[in-house]
């Protein structure tokens, strides 16, 4: 199975202040073939299911605010929140879909 | 309105049996995958298993292979989970999810709680 860890665990960032979460993965995720990186990231807020933020690593799902972007290629990837505001306080997951055996990151707690 | 809508959790004995199912609306159920992922009190999301659109295909974590079952019903927009031989680390919110063209999943339901306790 793919391993996917993300760092850190835990993040306090201030109100309008930059936010960036990692996440890598125990194998390459990037099919060759099409060039697309089978990554996704998704925001839990206490009490509600995942939201779909970013997929191929860097499109943005539709109605996420352009403060969110996604970076990364192969490995290793960042989710970044380019000012921070007080609804973005939530748990972020990464997850790999290169394989039907999906996982997800352990997931990074993001405080103000 | 696309939606997803589980039922079926509640309390369950160790070895016990529980049906969830995930009644889908707004979309054609048919051409998606779907699956079902879960989360422990206080823990990360777990993915469970999966289904192509057809049911032809089945995938499964390691932690519940053998044990639950997968399977679709396209006539009636419907997701289920068989699980049987429960065990207490089965116990979680168990959301099913539309897996989106590419693999990520798109759209979620808000969930049913499966607690398994003597």
């Known amino acids: 199975d793919i391993v996917m860890t993300q760092s850190p665990d835990s993040l306090a960032v201030s109100l309008g202040e930059r936010a960036t979460i990692n996440c890598k993965s125990s194998?390459?995720?990037?099919?060759?073939?099409?060039?697309?990186?089978?990554l996704a990231w998704y925001q839990q807020k206490p009490g509600q299911p995942p939201k779909l933020l970013i997929y191929w690593a860097s499109t943005r799902e539709s109605g996420v605010p352009d403060r969110f972007s996604g970076s990364g290629s192969g490995t290793d990837f960042t989710l970044t929140i380019s000012s921070l505001q007080a609804e973005d306080v939530a748990v972020y997951y990464c997850q790999q879909y290169y394989s039907t055996l999906y996982t997800f990151g352990q997931g990074t707690r993001l405080e103000i | 309105e696309v939606q997803l809508v589980e039922s079926g959790g509640g309390l369950v004995q160790p070895g016990g049996s529980l049906r969830l199912s995930c009644v889908a609306s707004?979309?054609?159920?048919?051409?998606?995958?779907m699956s079902w992922v879960r989360q422990a009190p206080g823990k990360g999301l777990e993915w469970v298993s999966g289904i192509s659109g057809s049911g032809g295909s089945t995938y499964y974590a390691d932690s519940v292979k053998g044990r639950f079952t997968i399977s679709r019903d396209n006539s009636k927009n419907t997701l289920y989970l068989q699980m049987n031989s429960l065990r207490a680390e089965d116990t979680a919110v168990y959301f099913c999810?539309?897996?989106?063209?590419?693999?990520?999943?798109?759209?979620w339901g808000q969930g049913t709680m499966v607690t398994v306790s003597s």
């Open positions: 707004g979309f054609t159920f048919s051409s998606y995958a």
């Open positions: 999810a539309k897996i989106g063209s590419g693999g990520a999943f798109h759209i």
């Open positions: 194998q390459s995720v990037l099919y060759s073939s099409n060039n697309k990186n089978y």
